[in-house]
């Protein structure tokens, strides 16, 4: 799976729970539950387990923890490609945020909204709400947010192509996670920083670093997780020609996808299938699992995954000999990376135009 911001809606709910006296044990205990079960992958669960949660918040008035519970709900419905929902959701957060004076909850608030906005493809507004958000944090002293922020706004210059800050951001959040002992955020830093490296060509290192996020993973029982990243090594494995590996792992993340219902990784996974069915000359099955994918992705309010998939039906439409297709889905596909920011694959979109006869 491509490069996601992550950070907030996974920071650790004993330390913040503690902080509200007036938090029942009953709800403390939910909101423990839920996100076990958004670990495991029970999205239903959790969904259930937050909803109970939220009730019983609302009912207490329990301001600042409700706020939390609001945005942890819309981060699950954020990974799962839930975009609109996700955004009412934090931005109900941030309204309990500010009406409590948690300061925190305002910087946690305003690190999803720009989570949010990048996907969609602001990158302007995603910067500001990002400084928004650090300010915040630095005003409550949360530094494991400040350090989420930091990998986070590499994301952004991973996305415009400034690989070497990208790299310095990532490598400055991880040496931070591993000295504060925080293998959950450090999985996710060597998630972004495996991205970077296999889009550099550096697939040894990528490899490496992959494996590494994956036995984190693993060893937390965090399915989610090690879904994503085994769905990054299938696209190593693919391109490397090591099809059967990767046809093994896009399958196993593929099926995790689908048991919650999670669309986002459900298209990324239509990509990395069709590629595969691609180098295998299997062509009308490749833009078979194209179209799923981009249906998938057409409510996912991704436009960078938008343009992937584009791209990869620009591709087997050429092999197929059909250079119309193929012609309009790199348009297509080069206008959304230029919309993101993503000016390097939008030039290596306008080099495959190029390459088409006229």
Known sequence: MDTHARGEGNERIDSLVRKTQTDSGASRRLLDQARDAERRGDTARSFSLYDDAIESLEREQNLAVLAD????????????????????????????????????????????????????????????????????????????????????????????????????????????????NDDEAVSWVLNNLGMLYSRLGHYQRAIETFQRALAIAKSR??????????????????????????????????AI??????????????????????????????????????????????RLLQAELLREFGQTSRALGNSADARLAWREAAESFEGVGAQHEAAEIDALLGSLPA
């Open 221 to 254: 029982r965090d399915l989610v997780t090690e879904s994503i990243v085994r769905l990054n090594l299938a696209q190593i494995w693919a391109t490397s020609g090591k099809l059967d590996e990767a046809e093994k792992a896009c399958a196993f993340s593929l």
């Open 257 to 302: 996808a689908r048991g919650r219902e999670d669309h986002l990784t459900i298209a990324e996974a239509m990509k990395c299938r069709a590629r595969i069915e691609r180098e295998r000359g299997a062509f009308d099955a490749s833009i078979a699992t194209l179209r799923i994918g981009i249906f998938e992705a057409e409510a996912l309010e991704d």
């Open 69 to 180: 519970a609001l945005r942890w709900k819309g981060t699950l419905h954020r990974e799962q490609g839930e975009t609109e929902a996700a955004y009412r959701l934090y931005t109900q957060s941030l309204i309990q945020a500010e009406r409590s004076g948690s300061v925190s909850g305002k910087a946690h608030g305003y690190n999803c909204l720009a989570i949010i906005a990048q996907r969609r493809g602001d990158l302007a507004e995603s910067e500001k709400l990002y400084t928004q958000a650090a300010d915040y944090a630095e005003r409550a002293g949360d530094v494991r947010l400040l350090e989420m922020i930091e990998q986070n706004c590499g994301v952004l210059l991973n996305m415009r192509g400034n690989y070497a800050d990208a790299e310095a951001q990532y490598s400055n959040s991880l040496v931070a996670f591993e000295r504060a």
